[in-house]
C-alpha cells in the first residue's frame, strides 16, 4: 500500500498486488472526495437549498486517538469542515423543536472505543432533547409534515459485518418502538417518513445487507400502503438504490471513503428490484453525497470522481 499524507491526514491511498500485477497501483482513497460531499453539503445549507443535514453515521473512524469535539481528530475535523459551518437553526426549525442542523444516526464507528458516544454528544449535543443517552441510541422527530426516525443497528461483529446487533435498544424493542412511531405518525396525518440507520437493509455490494432474522424491512414495509417511506443507510462504501414493496431504499456509504467492489451474493434474490442504474463499479473514484431538500421530499444524489465508461442497467433479481 502507498499512502499520501498532508498535515498527518491520508489524502490518497493506493495498493499493489506485488504478485499478479507489480507496479500496479490501484487508487482506493482520496481525500478529496470527502471533502467535496461535505463543501457541496454545507453550501446547499448555508444557501437555503438544504434545510439540515441527514447523516446514516460513521463520521469520525474511532475513540481510540480522542473522544470528543476537543480532543478527537476526528471529531475536530468534523466540526471544523461541517459542523462550525452549518448556521444556526432559523424560526420555523425552532418551533419544531430542532436546535441544530446535522442529524445523525449512530454507526459502528461512532462506539469503537466510545461505548458511551462521548464523541456524539459532544458534536450534536441538541440530540439529547430527543432522549439520545449512551443507553439509548434511537428518537424521531416532526418537520414540515414528515416525520424522521433514527434508529442503531448496532457495534461491528467481524463474524457477521452487518447483523443488527443493537443493545440499546435490542432489535426487537426498535421495532416495537418504530411502529408506535409510525401508527403515531399515520394517526396525526403524517403521511412521509424517513428512517435512517447505519447497517443496509439490502445491499450487493462490499459487507452485504441485515441478515434475514433480524432486517427491518417487512416491519417497515407494512406503512407504505399508507405513507410514502423512504429509507436511508450507509456502512458499505458505495451508493445503491432499491424499490422493494413500495419502499424506497437508499444506501448511500460512500461519502469519503474507498469504494466496495458489487461483489455480494444476495440471499434474496425473490425479493428485490433494483430500481436504477447503478455506477460501474469499477471506476476508481466515485463518492456521493445525498442532500435533502424537505419541500417535495427531493433526494438529489451528487457523484463526483472520475467519470464511469459504463452503467449497469436495471435488472429483476
Not at 441478515?211 to 406503512?223: C, G, L, M, R
Request: aromatic content about 10%; glycine content about 8%.
Amino acid at each position: 500500500m502507498t499512502l499520501t499524507v498532508d498535515k498527518g491526514w491520508v489524502t490518497e491511498a493506493s495498493v499493489e498486488d506485488v504478485k499478479l500485477l507489480p507496479g500496479v497501483h490501484r487508487t482506493m482513497f482520496r481525500l478529496q472526495g470527502g471533502e467535496w460531499v461535505t463543501r457541496e453539503i454545507v453550501k446547499d445549507v448555508q444557501s437555503s437549498r438544504a434545510k439540515f443535514v441527514v447523516n446514516s453515521g460513521d463520521a469520525v473512524w474511532w475513540g481510540n486517538q480522542g473522544l470528543t469535539v476537543s480532543d478527537s481528530p476526528y471529531w475536530k475535523r468534523v466540526n471544523d469542515t461541517m459542523l462550525k459551518k452549518l448556521p444556526a437553526p432559523d424560526d420555523e426549525m425552532r418551533a419544531a423543536g430542532l436546535d441544530g442542523r446535522f442529524f445523525m444516526s449512530v454507526g459502528n464507528h461512532e462506539v469503537w472505543a466510545d461505548p458511551k458516544i462521548e464523541g456524539v454528544l459532544s458534536a450534536v449535543p441538541y440530540l439529547k432533547k430527543f432522549g439520545v443517552t449512551p443507553e439509548n441510541l434511537i428518537y424521531k422527530f416532526d418537520f414540515k409534515g414528515t416525520r424522521f426516525i433514527y434508529l442503531w443497528s448496532g457495534k461491528y461483529d467481524y463474524r457477521s459485518p452487518s447483523q443488527w446487533d443493537a443493545d440499546r435498544p435490542k432489535y426487537a424493542e426498535q421495532m416495537t418502538q418504530l411502529q408506535k412511531w409510525m401508527d403515531e405518525a399515520k394517526a396525526n396525518g403524517i403521511r412521509k417518513a424517513f428512517i435512517v440507520f447505519h447497517y443496509p437493509v439490502f445491499a450487493r455490494s462490499g459487507l452485504g445487507p441485515i441478515p434475514a432474522p433480524d432486517n427491518p424491512h417487512k416491519v417497515i414495509a407494512s406503512y407504505a400502503k399508507d405513507m410514502e417511506v423512504v429509507v436511508l443507510n450507509g456502512h458499505v462504501h458505495t451508493t445503491e438504490i432499491y424499490e422493494v414493496d413500495g419502499v424506497k431504499y437508499l444506501m448511500l456509504g460512500g461519502g469519503g471513503a474507498g469504494l466496495n467492489s458489487f461483489s455480494v451474493n444476495s440471499d434474496s434474490d425473490d425479493e428485490c428490484s433494483m430500481s436504477s442504474p447503478i455506477l460501474d463499479r469499477n471506476t476508481d473514484c466515485l463518492y456521493d453525497g445525498m442532500d435533502r431538500a424537505i419541500l417535495g421530499v427531493r433526494v438529489t444524489i451528487s457523484t463526483v470522481g472520475k467519470s464511469p465508461t459504463k452503467t449497469r442497467t436495471s435488472r429483476k433479481c
